[in-house]
């Protein structure tokens, strides 16, 4: 791999005042890892000095509160309101200069999202008053995450007040001042945060302010209280200090359009801005349409948004909005959408890109499989983990030693068994994987309905055999095969078992569970429910491979799958709304069929509403409270609500009754070997549990 490839992203750019090493940007992402009282820790600095190590050009640190504790979203978040914030603000920026990074401070008062103030009796400043209501799909919040959502406002209900100009003439003075601490902490610039619905935002969209005065009506005078702030932090600060503004390119639901984005850009470089970060915004966070913004779920979602704020502004602009490093490649030298792209999720998951990159690895990076686990923490505040990087949000934990010299044996090359091979490789132990089909597990076979999860796959088989892990595939392992292999310790990383429905009819051959799809994609038999002739065609396509692609194997499920037209899926977690969907949009008609009241229950929330929505869209019917009692040949019965009813169905699949298996780890233990289980055999988790086990397994050896 050449890395002339990516010669635009990694090309050193200039922005402002500030000469930059290369054109990626760490885009502001709250932790919430400071003390109670918004002061940077241990944590904190180890999170970003990670990033700049990786060889990050711009880091922005996550939104902090100019006047904290008010207008803070967070006791948690970075407190900018008085000298004491600067000795933590000196050690983070030196730790990042020290990697040769450099780093501005985003800055922000929350206005209707305030949480402090609520929690705390103030009431939020606002543009207008009263605020436009917005209705949740509280259906889709599980007990504990509203739960979590109440407790993040104190269990108070927010009241707003609409500022008055001396208000604002505070604000900017707040935001001046913080500028001023944020310089004196010898921190590169900071971004003034005018979107995602936050105060200054708010008084931008036409959506939110009404205000009949000098801030209000016009754009202009929407746009007068983000020129005065760029304004007060210049001229506090000087031309040495980089001034960047983040703005919504869209408000999704209404408000601000990419016409007035551009106009706001303008006005920002107009006051004094060094540059423009093009991001965006929904009016109803609390829906689907978080996903639009400000967190999107489409590769590349607001590309369109920053070309149009790129053609009115001569300052540079930054992209953000999963981007990937191809597609930040190409849109780098073409030349009219940005000058620097932002990553975000993606630096969260791997924090190395750009050395990864400049070493000629682009194989070797972790990529986000955005399932917004990181983000839905911030929503009841809590710090972000990531299903893909177990480190996310535990900096207290040691890195473990690299003691070496043990002879490791993994039963399992799922992305337990991988995680826990690259890591106990990684620190010097010599590892062998034992697997009786192909690499990636369950991993492998998800990625057919979640593209995303083939990328991990792809990721966790190149990183273990850069880290010299033998594999040795095509044999189930038992006690003896894993003892035959003299181990020190044994990871058991076999995965789960999947039992089929306990009710009438439920072995008949038509019904499917999550085994019998297994083995029809990547196993070697012919499942139930399989015709001969089907079974022969199966057959002939394993010996062509061609089942070996899973993204061959998506365009070929359009042509044919050996599956009915009408598909009962029993269970509606996790698996059976990515099946529905994937089975919707191959033009079954699909029914979902869940026991609880609760749809996508192990989603993070964000991606549930996002789900649920494609799922509504494609036309799939959903049953909450269905507990199936029968299946015949071509129906399922459910009772609900004290009701039976049927749904025809060609085709049942289980995607329920996933259950812990602890068979190897048990009989290796018996055997007196040093066993430890990792993934669904200990406890079913998926992804960010498989990962997160397999990495702390490979820490104890
Ligand atoms: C965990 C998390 C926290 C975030 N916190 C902030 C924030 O403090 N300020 C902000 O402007 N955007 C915040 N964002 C949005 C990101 O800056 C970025 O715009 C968004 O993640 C889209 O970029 P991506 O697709 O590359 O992740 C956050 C995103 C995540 C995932």
Not at 77 to 101: K, N, T
Not at 295 to 313: M, N, T
Not at 394 to 421: I, K, N, Q, S
Not at 532 to 544: F, I
Request: proline residues 6%.
């Amino acid at each position: 791999m050449n890395p002339s490839r990516f010669s635009h992203l990694l090309a050193p750019g200039r922005l402002g005042p500030l000469q930059l090493r290369n054109r990626v940007v760490l885009p502001a992402m709250d932790q919430n890892a400071c003390s109670d009282e918004g002061l940077i820790t241990d944590e904190v600095v180890a999170h970003y000095e990670e990033r700049a190590r990786g060889g990050v050009g711009l880091l922005i640190l996550e939104t902090s509160a100019v006047a904290y504790p008010v207008g803070a979203t967070s006791r948690h978040q970075p407190s900018l309101s008085s000298d004491d914030c600067i000795p933590g603000l000196r050690r983070l920026g030196e730790a990042v200069h020290a990697h040769g990074a450099k780093m501005i401070v985003q800055m922000c008062h929350h206005g209707k999202v305030a949480r402090v103030d609520t929690m705390e009796g103030r009431e939020q400043l606002v543009a207008s008053v009263p605020l436009p209501e917005f209705q949740a799909e509280l259906e889709n919040v599980l007990p504990d995450e509203l739960a979590g959502l109440l407790a993040a406002n104190g269990s108070q209900i927010p009241t707003a007040r609409a500022a008055t100009s001396e208000d604002l003439d505070w604000v900017v003075g707040a935001f001046a001042a913080a500028a001023r601490r944020v310089q004196a902490a010898g921190l590169d610039g900071v971004e003034v945060h005018g979107g995602h619905g936050y105060l200054i935002a708010s008084f931008l969209s036409p959506y939110s302010n009404r205000r009949g005065d000098e801030y209000g009506g016009s754009s202009d005078n929407r746009a007068r209280l983000l020129t005065r702030v760029v304004r007060a932090v210049r001229e506090a600060c000087g031309p040495e200090f980089a001034v960047v503004v983040r703005l919504d390119g869209q408000e999704h639901g209404g408000g601000i359009t990419p016409e007035l984005a551009a106009a706001h850009g303008a006005l920002a470089a107009g006051a004094g801005a060094d540059a423009v970060h093009v991001s965006s915004y929904s009016q109803n966070p609390l829906t689907y349409a978080f996903t639009e913004g400000p967190l999107p779920w489409r590769p590349g979602q607001y590309i369109e948004l920053a070309r149009q704020v790129k053609a009115a502004v001569e300052v540079p602009v930054i992209a953000v909005g999963r981007i990937s490093p191809a597609l930040a490649e190409e849109l780098l030298s073409g030349g009219d959408v940005c000058d620097f792209v932002a990553m975000g999720r993606q630096l969260l998951a791997d924090p190395e890109i750009p050395n990864r990159l400049a070493a000629g690895r682009p194989e070797l990076i972790r990529t986000c499989i955005n399932c917004f686990v990181c983000v839905a923490e911030n929503f009841w505040d809590g710090r972000p983990v990531c299903a893909v990087n177990a480190r996310l949000g535990h900096y207290d934990r040691p890195v473990p030693a690299a003691t070496g010299g043990r002879r490791v044996v993994v039963v399992g090359g799922g992305p337990a068994g991988l995680e826990a091979a690259r890591v106990a490789a990684g620190r010097g132990h010599e590892v062998l994987v034992m697997e009786s089909r192909r690499l990636g597990g369950t991993a492998l076979l998800s990625s057919l309905t979640t593209p995303a999860n083939g990328e991990l796959v792809r990721y966790l088989v190149a990183a273990t055999r850069d880290a010299g892990v033998e594999v040795r595939l095509g044999r189930p392992a038992d006690a003896d095969d894993v003892a035959a292999e003299h181990p020190d310790v044994v990871v058991v990383a076999t995965g789960a078992r999947r039992v089929r429905p306990a009710v009438p009819g439920g072995d008949l051959p038509h019904v499917l569970s999550g085994d019998d799809l297994r083995d029809l994609l990547i196993g070697s038999g012919t499942p139930p429910g399989v015709g001969r002739g089907m079974g022969w065609l199966l057959g002939a396509a394993r010996a062509a491979r061609l089942l070996e692609d899973p993204a061959r194997l998506r365009r070929l499920s359009r042509l044919w799958m050996p599956i009915g037209r009408r598909v009962a899926v029993v269970g509606g977690g996790l698996v059976g709304v990515e099946l529905a969907e994937f089975l919707a949009e191959r033009r079954r008609t699909v029914t979902v069929l869940e026991d609880s009241a609760y749809l996508g229950a192990e989603m993070a929330l964000p991606r549930r509403m996002r789900a649920l929505h494609e799922l509504a869209g494609a036309g799939v019917r959903t049953e909450r409270n269905a507990a199936v009692t029968r299946i015949d040949r071509t129906t399922v019965t459910f009772e609900s609500g004290g009701d039976e009813q049927s749904v025809p169905a060609d085709t049942v699949i289980y995607a329920a009754g996933v259950r812990p298996d602890p068979t190897l780890a048990d009989a290796l233990r018996a055997a007196g070997l040093e066993t430890v289980a990792a993934g669904d055999c200990a406890t079913v988790g998926y992804i960010q549990g498989a990962i997160r086990s397999g990495a702390d397994a490979a820490a104890r050896i």
